[in-house]
Nanobody
């Protein structure tokens, strides 16, 4: 059973930065894609970034390009999401998820239905 655990700083001021970690276990195939999602209060879950573990190719939705960086540490089986210039509207529960269904990297979207394994999520609050 694949397990994903998110961790990181959970409270930051507007304009600040933080890095979330997603520690993965039992990802025995190189063909996994790890995605980051977020769900703000009163809004639907939104896929924001993904990384293919086969070639480290990445994807970002337009609204976060230039502010977010997804990366991975192969030795630690951990995927990171660095977020810069944070805004109050970035306040959300952030989830990482794993998928074996995404072929032909780089990822071209981050769609929740493609992901079979999910972390429990971590609340990130950006204060104004």
């Amino acid at each position: 059973q694949v397990m994903l655990v998110e961790s990181g700083v959970v409270l930051v001021q507007s304009g600040g930065s933080l890095t979330l970690s997603c520690a993965a276990s039992r990802l025995t195939s190189i063909y996994w894609t790890i995605g980051w999602f977020r769900q703000a209060p009163g809004k639907e879950r939104e896929g924001i970034s993904a990384i293919s573990l086969s070639d480290n190719s990445t994807y970002y939705i337009d609204s976060v390009k230039g502010r977010l960086t997804i990366s991975r540490d192969h030795a630690k089986d951990t995927v990171y999401l660095q977020m810069n210039n944070l805004k109050p509207e970035d306040t959300a529960v952030y989830y990482c998820a794993a998928s074996l269904e995404i072929e032909d990297p780089p990822p071209k979207a981050v769609i929740a239905d493609d992901y079979s394994y999910w972390g429990h999520g971590i609340q990130v609050t950006v204060s104004s």
